[in-house]
């Protein structure tokens, strides 16, 4: 298992940048690829970017694609996200997660086993 606690949203101007980590717990970290996803208010839950196990690869919803950055560091237990050029509809609760396709880059919230609490981001126009 793996527990994961996300940190650093806050609220920013459009054309802003934030940097979002997730801490994760357990000796497996690198066992797991790992996502972000976001959740607006009325809204389905959908996928931002994802990272194999290795950071050897990386895929983007195309919403933010150039815009933002996933990366990990997995003797820290660490996955971040870099975000630059915010929009006000970047605004949401933005959620880290754990799939045990280590290898793959599923886009699907099913396909995630673990999750964080969320960490609210806020873009003001």
């Known amino acids: 298992q793996v527990q994961l606690v996300e940190s650093g949203g806050g609220l920013v101007q459009a054309g802003g940048s934030l940097r979002l980590s997730c801490a994760a717990s357990?000796?497996?970290?690198?066992?797991?690829?790992m996502g972000w996803f976001r959740q607006a208010p009325g809204k389905e839950r959908e996928f931002v970017a994802v990272?194999?196990?290795?950071?050897?690869?990386?895929k983007y919803a195309d919403s933010v694609k150039g815009r933002f950055t996933i990366s990990r560091d997995n003797a820290k237990n660490m996955v971040y996200l870099e975000m630059n050029s915010m929009k006000p509809e970047d605004t949401a609760v933005y959620y880290c997660?754990?799939?045990?396709?280590?290898?793959?880059?599923?886009?699907?919230?099913?396909?995630?086993?673990?999750w964080g609490q969320g960490t609210q981001v806020t873009v003001s126009s």
């Open positions: 357990g000796r497996t970290f690198s066992s797991y690829a």
């Open positions: 990272i194999t196990w290795n950071g050897g690869s990386t």
């Open positions: 997660a754990a799939t045990r396709w280590r290898t793959e880059l599923p886009v699907g919230v099913r396909s995630y086993s673990y």
